[in-house]
C-alpha cells in the first residue's frame, strides 16, 4: 500500500521568499509520486510528477519538487513566492500501471505581501 | 481545451432529498473517479470506473450513494437520500492513461 504524509498543514511565507512544502512517501515498490496545487473554487491542477525518470522534477509556475529515496522525501519548492502562489497544495502517490492515486491531506500556502 | 465538466457547481437542497450530480470526462479518457473534499476529512476517494465499469467503490457509502456511468461521456454520483453530513465539493476527474488524473470543477453541495 502506499500513502503520503505532508507535514504541515499550513505554511505561510513573505512574497519573494522561498516556497518549501514537504512530502514524504511510503511504498513497498516503486513509487510514483505528484504534487497538485487548488486554487480556491477550483478543482486541482497537476503542478508536476515524478515518474522514475530526473530525480529532479520541474513543474509549472516555477515551481520543482526532488525525489529522493534514502529520505522517502519529495518536497516541494520555489524560489520567490509570489501573491499567486497562494492556494493548497496536495501531494500524492501511486505504482506504475495503477489508476488510483493515494492523496496528502494537504498544505494551505499563504503569501504575505 | 479540453477539460471535464461537472453539473451543477452548487447544489442547495433539504435533508432526505435525492441529489445527482454529473460529470462528462475529457473526450477519450476511459477512467473516471469521483472525490469528496470536506475540511474534516480532506479529499477522499468514493469511487471509480474504467471503461465505464467499475473498479472500486469501497469508499462509498453504499445505503444512500450510487455511481454510474451510462455511457462514455457522462458519469453521475447519486444521493438518496441526502443528509446534512453529505455537505461538502464532490470531484470528478478522468484519465486516459495510468496514474493520469485531470479535475473538473467540483459541485459544492449543501443538505439542510
Known amino acids: 500500500a502506499q500513502s503520503v504524509t505532508q507535514l504541515g498543514s499550513h505554511v505561510s511565507v513573505s512574497e519573494g521568499a522561498l516556497v518549501l512544502l514537504r512530502c514524504n512517501y511510503s511504498?513497498?515498490?516503486?513509487?510514483?509520486l505528484f504534487w497538485y496545487v487548488q486554487y480556491p473554487n477550483q478543482g486541482l491542477q497537476l503542478l508536476l510528477k515524478?515518474?522514475?525518470?530526473?530525480?529532479l522534477v520541474k513543474g509549472i509556475n516555477g515551481f520543482e519538487a526532488e525525489f529522493k529515496k534514502s529520505e522517502t522525501s519529495f518536497h516541494l519548492t520555489k524560489p520567490s513566492a509570489h501573491m499567486s502562489d497562494a492556494a493548497e497544495y496536495f501531494c500524492?502517490?501511486?505504482?506504475?500501471?495503477?489508476?488510483?492515486?493515494?492523496f496528502g491531506t494537504g498544505t494551505r500556502l499563504t503569501v504575505i505581501p | 481545451d479540453a477539460r471535464v465538466t461537472q453539473t451543477p457547481r452548487d447544489k442547495v437542497t433539504e435533508m432526505g432529498q435525492e441529489v445527482t450530480m454529473r460529470c462528462q470526462p475529457i473526450?477519450?479518457?476511459?477512467?473516471v473517479f469521483w472525490y469528496r473534499q470536506t475540511m474534516m476529512q480532506g479529499l477522499e476517494l468514493l469511487a471509480y470506473?474504467?471503461?465505464?465499469?467499475?473498479?472500486?467503490d469501497s469508499g462509498m457509502p453504499k445505503d444512500r450513494f450510487s455511481a454510474e456511468m451510462p455511457d462514455a461521456t457522462l458519469a453521475t454520483l447519486k444521493i438518496q437520500p441526502s443528509e446534512p453530513r453529505d455537505s461538502a465539493v464532490y470531484f470528478c476527474?478522468?484519465?486516459?492513461?495510468?496514474?493520469?488524473?485531470?479535475f473538473g470543477p467540483g459541485t459544492r453541495l449543501t443538505v439542510l
Open positions: 476527474a478522468s484519465g486516459g492513461i495510468p496514474n493520469e488524473q485531470f
Open positions: 511504498s513497498s515498490v516503486p513509487p510514483y
Open positions: 515524478y515518474t522514475s525518470a530526473a530525480t
Open positions: 500524492a502517490v501511486s505504482v506504475a500501471g495503477a489508476n488510483n492515486l493515494f
Open positions: 473526450l477519450g479518457h476511459n477512467t
Open positions: 470506473f474504467r471503461n465505464r465499469a467499475p473498479l472500486d
